[in-house]
Structure formats: structure tokens, C-alpha cells
């Protein structure tokens, strides 16, 4: 995820390093979609707003879904009555760079590299891994306050090249591969203490965190696959292959909604390189008309206050995904619900871009901009209508 629509096929076919530029990129492109009087014309009422940990900024990197997926479970253990931990992405993003390592090269190179992630990747490293607190594994050297992977993106990539031009692999490309990710990132302890108590990752992740990653499903919406039935997600950062569960397009807003209010908060992969989102304003919507044909003055007013949205079928979902105007660029999660001063709702997302934004770190996102832009959803099983699960074949 997070790459802007100018840079997706590129980030996908050169250079790793493409995807810490290209989520500056991003970032900065949306500073511009502003509003000046944005804040004021939106009256909030919030209905719902779920317990979440404090705002991170994933700084350079393609990692938003280490961080939005740990912010997930960080959640989940406040449900679950635990007391929450800031959970390292940079040690889930680390382990996964060496599992999309092992998969690159049994492709003989066929697939994308780089930073990008889905969601369920935290699940899969959190099974096989384990888990840190942040605190313990940053992946800062001394003097370095915020993460920066372009560098080592790149060498990474080039290793990786090279390994499967020899066509012969050697028994410690592991080994080289891991020792230069601890150049970078510092090595992962073998344990640690943690409220006094001493830690491996796997213990922490069992005794302190507590989730089953079986417990978790990965759901998303397109009209060319069999609706209520799994299907591989064809998007470059799904290089493990992941099978998602097909819902009708109404069904992804039914599903956050029933989650919300049973005190399940919801991961959220989506399209963010659109005029019509704005992180400095904070809000997400459809406008009736696509940007380009709105008037100078309706765009500069885009985010003045609540504007009527169009309704979006399931053709019309499907048609953006294929022509590359919806693209896998963000991971964040969606942590509650509010009505502005009209009676529509928004969800409340929260993102890991840091405190910038009129919302410190938060934004709000319509639910038809939900249904027309998701790639997908992460949810407990358990958050969804029994109907829909059976409908699933989710036990």
C-alpha cells in the first residue's frame, strides 16, 4: 500500500526505494487538497468511538500496515480488558521483509518488493514470530528520530536480484539478508523485560497480547468473483497470496457497522489518492460529480462543510479497481462513528501519519467513500451477523 496513483505500476516494477518517496509523495499531495474553513463548516456528533491507542507516525516508510494492523490488535487487547501495548510495526515489518525475501525468490523474481504490505500480514508474523513492544525494537539508529527506508529498501532489492541471478542459491542468503536489515533496524533481542517480567517474542505475543490470529478474517468486494466465497486479491502487496471473503458492496459498510457497535474496531486498507480525500481537512467523501467536472469554486469549497455524495453500484467499484483509478495506497482503522450537523455519518479513522491534520491524527470518512474505495477490511470473526457468517461458512 501506499503508493499515489502517478507511482503505483512504477513502485510495483523498480525500485524499493520508489515506496518511501512515494508515501512523502502522498502525503504531501493531499496537504494540498485544502479547504481553509474545512474544520468549521463540519459539526461532529459522535456516536460511537472505540478504544485506541495514541497516534503514530510511520515516518518514511510504505509500512501503514504494520502500523494500522498493530493499532488493530492494540485495540482488540483493550476489548479484550487488557491493558494495551504499543505494539513494534517495524519488527512485523522486518519479519516481513524477510518472508516476502523467501517468496520472491521462490517466484525466480517475479514479484513486487518494497515496503508494501496487506493487513493480514501482521497476523501472519504475529503467528510465526511473534510480537515486541515498540519500545523495544524502534528501528532507529542513535540520533535518528523518525523511520526513513529508502536506503535500505534498495540494497535490500538489489540482494534479493542478485540472489536469483545465480540460480544457485547459497545457504546463507538468509543469513546476509537479515544481517543487513540489522544494519539498518538493529538487531531483534532474543528476550526482553517488559512490567518487570522477562520476554521472548513469542511469549509476549502468547501471555501479554493474547489474540488468535485465527480468530480474524479478511474481507473485501468485487463484482467479477462469486459473492459469499473466498478469492485471491489481486494487488501487488498481496504476495503471499491471501484469500479474501467476497461480500456485496452494502455488506463492507454493514460489516463495520455491526462491528462498531459491539465494540469491535475494524482495520481498513483504501484508496487515498483522490481530490475528493483530504488529510489536512480530515474527511473522505463522493461527491456527486467527478472531480474534474466540478466548477473552480466547488473544488476550492470541496471540504467547506457536508456536500451531497453520489450512490455508487457495484459495477461502478468494480470498473475503478480495473482501470487503476481506485489503487491499493493506505492502511488505517477505523475506530468509531459520528453524524455531522445533516444526520450523515462518518466513520472515525485513525491514521499513522502523525498529529498534522486538523483532527491530530484522525480523520472522517463517509460510508459511500468506504463502499466505492476499500481494498479491504480486517475484522474479528466474532463482529459479524451470524447470517453473514454462515453465509461465509465461517465457523
Same mark, same amino acid.
Given at each position: ?41 463540519f459539526k461532529?456528533?459522535?456516536v460511537?468511538?472505540l ?56 517466484l ?10 496487506? *493487513?493480514? +500480514? &501482521?497476523?501472519?508474523?504475529?503467528? /510465526?514470530? $511473534?510480537?515486541?513492544p ?10 535518528q ?22 540460480k544457485?542459491l547459497?545457504p ?5 539478508f ?19 517480567k ?12 493474547g ?40 455488506? *463492507?459498510? +454493514? &460489516?463495520?457497522?455491526?462491528?462498531? /457497535?459491539? $465494540? ?18 480530515g474527511?473522505?467523501f ?17 471540504f ?19 482501470d487503476?483509478?481506485?489503487?491499493d ?10 453524524k455531522d ?15 498534522s491534520?486538523?483532527?491530530?491524527g484522525y ?8 463502499r ?8 474479528h ?15
Amino acid at each position: 500500500m501506499n503508493w499515489s496513483k502517478s507511482l503505483y505500476l512504477a513502485a510495483a516494477l523498480f525500485t524499493a526505494s520508489f515506496h518511501a518517496q512515494a508515501q512523502d509523495n502522498l502525503i504531501n499531495s493531499l496537504k494540498a487538497n485544502v479547504s481553509d474553513n474545512s474544520k468549521e463548516g463540519f459539526k461532529f456528533t459522535e456516536v460511537i468511538n472505540l478504544g485506541n491507542t495514541s497516534i503514530k507516525d510511520q515516518g518514511s516508510s510504505g509500512t501503514c500496515w504494520a502500523y494500522s494492523g498493530n493499532s488493530f490488535l492494540e485495540s482488540e487487547m483493550i476489548r479484550m480488558g487488557k491493558q494495551p501495548v504499543d505494539i513494534s510495526p517495524i519488527f512485523t515489518a522486518r519479519n516481513t521483509y524477510l518472508e516476502k525475501a523467501v517468496t520472491y525468490v521462490r517466484l525466480h523474481g517475479d514479484q513486487a518488493q518494497g515496503d508494501g504490505g496487506q *493487513l493480514h +500480514d &501482521v497476523l501472519t508474523i504475529f503467528r /510465526k514470530y $511473534g510480537a515486541v513492544p515498540k519500545d523495544v525494537y524502534t528501528g532507529l539508529k542513535p540520533g535518528q528520530t523518525r523511520n526513513n527506508f529508502s536506503e535500505m529498501g534498495s540494497l535490500l532489492q538489489g540482494m534479493n536480484e542478485t540472489i536469483v541471478k545465480n540460480k544457485k542459491l547459497s545457504p546463507t542468503w538468509k543469513t546476509a539478508f537479515a544481517a543487513a536489515m540489522d544494519a539498518y533496524l538493529g538487531e531483534v533481542p532474543e528476550s526482553f523485560t517488559y512490567a518487570g517480567k522477562t520476554y521472548t517474542p513469542r511469549t509476549f505475543a502468547d501471555q501479554v497480547i493474547g489474540i488468535n490470529p485465527d480468530d480474524y478474517v479478511g474481507i473485501s468486494s468485487f463484482d467479477a468473483y462469486p459473492y459469499h466465497k473466498p478469492f485471491v486479491l489481486l494487488i501487488p502487496d498481496n504476495w503471499s497470496f491471501e484469500s479474501f471473503q467476497n461480500v456485496e458492496i452494502n455488506e *463492507l459498510t +454493514d &460489516v463495520i457497522d455491526e462491528a462498531l /457497535k459491539n $465494540g469491535y474496531t475494524v482495520a481498513w486498507a483504501t484508496d487515498v489518492s483522490e481530490k475528493n480525500f483530504s488529510w489536512k481537512n480530515g474527511v473522505a467523501f463522493v461527491p456527486e460529480k467527478p472531480f474534474e467536472q466540478l466548477t473552480k469554486e466547488e473544488q476550492d469549497n470541496l471540504f467547506n462543510g457536508p456536500k451531497p455524495e453520489a450512490n455508487i453500484t457495484p459495477q461502478q467499484r468494480q470498473e475503478a479497481f480495473d482501470d487503476y483509478s481506485t489503487t491499493d495506497d493506505h492502511g488505517m482503522h477505523i475506530v468509531g462513528l459520528v453524524k455531522d450537523q445533516n444526520g450523515k455519518e462518518y466513520y472515525i479513522v485513525k491514521n499513522s501519519w502523525g498529529e498534522s491534520n486538523d483532527y491530530k491524527g484522525y480523520m472522517y470518512a463517509t460510508k459511500e467513500y468506504v463502499r466505492y474505495k476499500t481494498i479491504s477490511l480486517l475484522v474479528h470473526k466474532n463482529a459479524l451477523k451470524p447470517a453473514l457468517k454462515n453465509k461465509l461458512n465461517i465457523k
